[in-house]
């Protein structure tokens, strides 16, 4: 939520609109062009609701023929784009320009193969990510990143951001679970990166593209790891008195060889906010609370939740319930999932995402809680606790101007707070424009020469999706 600065738009641009849309609806037909003011103004914002700027022309493709030839006219005129994908982005990264075109690939939603005995799944990128799993259910598959907006978003934004979700300690993020990409450069030619085999030879330009946050290319195809499901999943819960005890419970259970399919942990007022809204039966005499998840036969689950417990008595945990039924599981992650749900019912919240080592886990949530009383602010705190990813909550009046800045401040001084404990901005939401002026914090002026050096290799008049993720003053450095 740090306040960022627009790109200027190119007053010779907007002269030229009316020729522009003529050709974009040459190209993908009037039903594929959103022209009028009402309906471009559903583009304006993504997620991250405090920045928004109406756009030229908003193009619905749905075939990556559509996508070449948009591309080759885009180049040709010099027009900005900005790939979209569902818009569930927290950091301002679909955010467009007055004088940009958004593309939206929510239409190129097929699936295109499955291939279950080799473990892969072609899918156009427009897809959601629950509907990836959904479409291989039936076979016992899955596919594993899930972040809490996998109902929506779709596989292009979580390939943008590189996200994740609560399984990420077990299974890895995106870029573990994708195989290969299809993309579409800014001059409308196609590349193919990856494939449907698990251990591709040349560069690595999937560590390159995912997490790229659509500033290289657009993604139009992929082919994505599937998981066979385990046969038994249950999880325990286990309140501490203190956050140092629940850290070292976690990192006591990670070093004993144990990976659990995720480790969550909530803060008392996490804790209070989520009993209230669901009755789950969390504990409210607590300071944290973890939630654990393990996978494995029945006999194994059993195995491995008595050996955490035994674990975690090491920690003087003041309570530990072990699941002993569907509805029990089922119970305790409904409460930890209803955290937005809670929070919508106060009158604003900003989220922060960043990561920080667990050993400083402690610290932080001091450091933190002190950084928003001092704005007087209050903020709760939920985190991915096997890998240090934070998502602090920080609570405010959404109609108060004064408040609202407060906030901006609050959360730049968190984040700059996670670098200097050694950790980075983000852990799955992307740097977008709310954390882009803080990349100095992270990388020297070095790093961020070659990283825009990468990005005019491949897009020499930084086109796509322009204004993110790099400082503007190393933009077409």
């Known amino acids: 939520m740090v306040s960022a600065k627009f790109l200027p738009f190119d007053p010779d641009t907007l002269k030229k609109k009316d020729r522009i849309t003529k050709k974009l609806t040459e190209i993908l037909g009037v039903d594929s062009v959103i022209t009028d003011y009402d309906g471009r103004r559903a583009y304006e914002m993504d997620a991250l609701v405090t920045h928004s ?4 022309a908003v193009v619905l493709p749905s075939t990556i023929q559509q996508v070449c030839i948009l591309m080759r006219f885009c180049s040709k005129e010099r027009l900005k784009v900005f790939p979209r994908g569902a818009g569930t982005s927290l950091c301002g990264g679909a955010l467009p320009t007055e004088d940009g075109i958004v593309v939206c690939i929510s239409r ?5 193969e499955i291939d279950c005995p080799n473990r892969f799944m072609r899918v156009e990128a427009g897809i959601t990510n629950y509907a990836i799993s959904e479409a291989v259910a039936a076979e016992g598959y899955f596919f594993a990143p899930d972040p809490s907006s996998q109902l929506a978003c779709t596989i292009a934004g979580n390939i943008a951001t590189n996200s994740s979700g609560v399984r990420c300690l077990k299974y890895g993020t995106t870029l ?10 800014i001059e409308g030619k196609i590349l193919n990166i990856g494939g449907a085999y698990h251990d591709p030879i040349g560069l690595d330009l999937l560590g390159l593209m995912v ?6 290319g657009i993604v139009t195809e992929v082919t994505v790891r599937l998981v066979h499901k385990t046969e038994y999943s249950r999880p325990l819960i286990m309140g501490f008195l203190s956050s140092a005890n629940a850290v070292d419970c976690v990192i006591a259970i990670i070093s004993s060889g144990i990976i659990p399919s995720s480790i969550e942990y909530m803060d008392k007022s996490a804790i209070h906010l989520c009993e ?3 009755k789950t039966g969390y504990p409210l005499d607590v300071d944290a609370l973890l939630i654990v998840e393990v996978e494995g036969s029945e006999c194994e689950v059993s195995i491995l939740l008595d050996y955490i417990r035994d674990i975690a008595n090491h920690f003087s945990p003041h309570e530990i319930l072990i699941s002993d039924s569907a509805y029990k599981s089922s119970e305790i992650w409904r409460g930890r999932n209803s955290i937005l749900s809670a929070l919508a019912q106060s009158s604003g919240f900003h989220i922060i995402d960043c990561t920080i080592p667990l050993i400083q886990l402690p610290t932080a949530l001091l450091e933190i809680s002190d950084i928003c009383k001092s704005y007087g602010l209050e903020v709760v705190n939920i985190f991915h606790a096997g890998n240090g990813i934070l998502h602090p909550f920080i609570i405010y009046d959404s109609n108060n101007s004064q408040q609202h800045d407060m906030v901006k401040r609050a959360s730049a001084d968190i984040l ?8 980075c901005l983000t852990g799955a939401h992307g740097i ?9 914090f992270l990388f020297s002026e070095s790093d961020l020469i070659l990283q825009s050096r990468v ?6 008049h930084w086109l796509l999706n322009p204004g993110k993720v790099l400082p503007l003053d190393f933009h077409n450095t």
Not at 53 to 56: A, E, G, H, R, V
Not at 416 to 423: P, S, T
Request: with cysteine; glycine share 14%; hydrophobic share 35%.
């Open 53 to 56: 700027q109406t756009p030229l």
């Open 108 to 112: 190129m939603n097929k699936v295109l």
């Open 176 to 185: 573990n679970n994708v195989l290969g990409l299809k993309i579409v450069t």
């Open 211 to 216: 997490g790229s946050e659509g500033q290289l």
């Open 276 to 278: 209230g809204f669901e």
């Open 416 to 423: 700059k707070l996670c670098v200097e404990m050694g950790g």
């Open 432 to 440: 977008g424009v709310e954390k882009r002026d803080l990349m100095k």
């Open 455 to 460: 990005k005019s290799a491949l897009d020499p």
